[in-house]
């Protein structure tokens, strides 16, 4: 990556129209500090999209969405497109969460689709992977992930377009974090295979996902290969996602 950290709060199902106060507190946070180093990008309910789309037109967070359809337009009732988020202003869609993998049954190949349309549409994928805690344990982490992130890729993707977040699904939500070295030997897993596809992969943004919080980021941010993080319930809270925003700024300087 070019340097800089890259910050993303999925509030997933959680928000109304009150939400929004939260938005601007984010923003105002971030304008206020000299963190030019550190992109930070809110991904709230499809609800919410129009309304975080007005207000970050007046600060320097980006916005997106949590999922997308694999088509542009059609006869998919309750599904909302790329092109949709787009329209609102929005640069990323989290594709492959394991929220959706596991409760909606969605394949890597299914994940691959979707990261295409949001390209289509003009958005940045955020292609999310991780294993389980019996993966875990039986010692195929590894293999598990790298397996994950070559069906999810789009065939012709190129590294300017995608970012990829490694997310173990023991530790999503449940207050445990994978070990630095863990994550060490994740992340230079996936950027040694990326880089046996792409002349240029060092710049696709790894981030890191699974409980990470204002007392742990700085720490999880160190570690070789870690581009960012994709932040679930801390981003929910203004204060302590400002303060993983300024962990990541302190880290690069």
């Known amino acids: ?65 949590q999922d997308c359809h694999t088509a542009a337009s059609g006869a998919h009732t309750g599904d909302i497109s790329a092109a949709m988020i787009a329209e609102f202003g929005a640069k990323f869609v989290l594709v492959g969460h394991s ?24 958005l940045v994928p955020v292609i999310c992977v991780g294993e389980t805690e019996a993966e875990r344990l039986s010692g195929d982490a590894v293999p598990i992930v790298l397996s994950q992130i070559a069906a999810s890729l789009p065939i012709d993707c190129t590294p300017e377009q995608i970012v990829i977040a490694y997310e173990p699904v023991w530790a999503i939500g449940t207050g445990r974090v994978a ?11 996936i950027r040694d295979s990326l880089n046996s596809k792409f002349a240029n992969a060092q710049i696709i943004p790894l981030l890191y996902g699974g409980s990470v919080n204002a007392a742990n980021a700085e720490q999880i941010l160190a570690v070789n290969n870690v581009d960012g993080a994709l932040v679930g319930g801390a981003s929910l809270k203004a204060p302590d996602f400002m303060d993983i925003i300024s962990a990541a700024h302190s880290i690069v300087g």
């Open 1 to 65: 990556m070019s340097g800089k950290k890259l910050i993303i709060g999925n509030w997933k199902m959680n928000g109304g129209i009150g939400h929004v106060e939260l938005a601007k507190a984010i923003i105002e946070g971030v304008n206020g500090v000299n963190a030019k180093n550190v992109d930070v990008a809110i991904c709230p309910p499809f609800t919410l999209l129009p309304l975080i789309g007005q207000v970050v037109a007046h600060g320097k967070v980006s916005f997106g969405a």
């Open 99 to 122: 929220e959706r993998r596991a409760n909606h049954n969605e394949a890597s190949a299914l994940i691959a689709q979707k990261a295409r349309a949001a390209l289509d549409a003009g």
């Open 179 to 189: 070990s630095t070295q863990d994550i060490e030997e994740m992340h230079k897993a």
